[in-house]
């Protein structure tokens, strides 16, 4: 069975180090997830989150001529969480569906957006030269 890019598969961690964990493929061969792919959140330590033996499934992102496997746990559970959203109802924060903002209001919406991310880049940079005001 090859491997291919975008296939989730069944896998055993094998080993654990500070930058990611060894799983273990059914054909055999080991792949790394590294520590920024297993979880949704910041981990800071793996052993939270993953103990030698553990079934994990995974999603293959590349696969070098070298040999080399990268991994992600947090990737294949995205796509299942993705797929049980759609079937209650499809939207992230449930309840009733919102009516389609019509052009204004999504221009007055990104407008003022902007605005407030420009002021406190304005205000970051202004700290950053001591306070002193625009010429």
């Known amino acids: 069975m090859a491997i291919e890019v975008g296939s989730k598969l ?12 060894f799983v273990e493929l059914p054909d055999g061969k080991t792949g790394l997830v590294h520590i920024s792919e297993i979880a ?3 981990v800071e330590d793996i052993h939270q989150f993953l103990t030698v033996g553990d079934e994990v499934t995974v999603k293959v992102l590349k696969v070098e001529d ?3 496997i990268g ?7 995205e796509v299942e969480k993705r797929s049980r959203d759609r079937s209650k109802g499809g939207r992230r924060g449930g309840g009733k569906p ?6 204004e209001e999504k221009m007055s919406r ?6 407030e991310r420009l002021a406190s880049l304005r ?3 202004d700290a950053r030269r001591g306070g002193r005001s625009r010429r």
């Open 123 to 125: 205000k970051q940079t």
């Open 98 to 103: 919102q009516r389609e903002l019509s052009f």
């Open 10 to 21: 069944q896998g055993k961690v094998t080993g654990i180090t500070n930058f990611g964990a």
């Open 40 to 42: 949704d959140k910041y």
């Open 71 to 77: 991994l992600s746990i947090r990737r294949a559970n």
């Open 110 to 115: 990104f407008m003022k957006d902007s605005e």
């Open 66 to 68: 070298d040999g080399k």
